[in-house]
């Protein structure tokens, strides 16, 4: 599986937009960018995908670079419950497994 | 969106007990579930993927004889700690697809083991 690579951590004001950047310099041609999210003590969430084309939905935007080396996850409008650790994950193309990096942890303040 | 859900939400139990913690898919059929662990402020670390019917792959590094996983049927697979340990205690984290790659995978609320 190709690997990712995203800050540590990040803040961003309540209100402001979250641009959260991933870098898969390694992925696949047929290698899909999913993006999950895990509030404190909670199970993951599942953001948006994508392939190489935009991709939005009620919950956030994603970016992929043309060459689709890195990504950016969108959240227009933070709010204090979107504080939590985001993860980018590449998934492999011959199987269901998601394999977590570390994330990015995101704190939303007031 | 698909539900999925966990029983314990957490458990304590002694040392040298076993624990089972059950994942359920409330409202779709999942051919495949995967249990994670995950240590406090670490990652996910997938342990094993189990399919309905048959025996679960578990990753490298994960004893099979201690986690016991049974699949019986699409809508339930059971995650049994046996003889479990202090260095057992965790957050386990069930999730559940249809079965087709790049669908999205459901994830449980999480079960947390604490072994004294």
């Known amino acids: 599986d190709a690997k990712t690579t995203q800050p540590t951590s990040m803040d961003c004001a309540e209100g402001r937009a979250a641009n959260l950047p991933c870098n898969h310099s390694?992925?696949?041609?047929?290698?899909?960018v999913y993006w999950y999210r895990q509030i404190h003590s909670q199970g993951p969430q599942y953001i948006i995908h994508g392939l190489k084309n935009n991709e939005t939905n009620e919950m956030a935007s994603l970016i992929i670079t043309e060459d689709r080396k890195s990504s950016t996850l969108i959240l227009p409008h933070a709010t204090l419950r979107d504080t939590a650790v985001y993860y980018c994950i590449v998934r492999s193309h011959n199987t269901d497994k998601l394999i977590f990096g570390t994330g990015t942890r995101l704190q939303v303040f007031p | 969106g698909a539900v999925v859900s966990q029983h314990p939400s957490w458990v304590i139990c002694k040392s040298g007990t076993s624990v089972k913690i059950e994942c359920r898919s409330l409202?779709?059929?999942?051919?495949?579930m995967f249990w994670y662990r995950q240590f406090p402020k670490q990652s996910l670390m997938l342990m094993a993927t189990?399919?309905?019917?048959?025996?679960?792959?578990?990753e490298q590094g994960v004893e099979k004889d201690k986690f016991l996983i049974n699949h019986a049927s699409l809508t339930l697979s059971t995650l049994t700690v046996t003889s479990a340990h202090p260095e057992d205690s965790s957050f386990y984290i069930c999730?559940?697809?249809?079965?087709?790659?790049?669908?999205?995978?459901?994830f449980g609320p999480g079960t947390r083991l604490t072994v004294l």
């Open positions: 189990s399919n309905e019917g048959s025996k679960a792959t578990y």
């Open positions: 999730s559940a697809s249809l079965g087709s790659n790049y669908n999205e995978q459901f």
């Open positions: 409202d779709f059929q999942a051919t495949t």
């Open positions: 390694t992925i696949s041609g047929n290698e899909y």
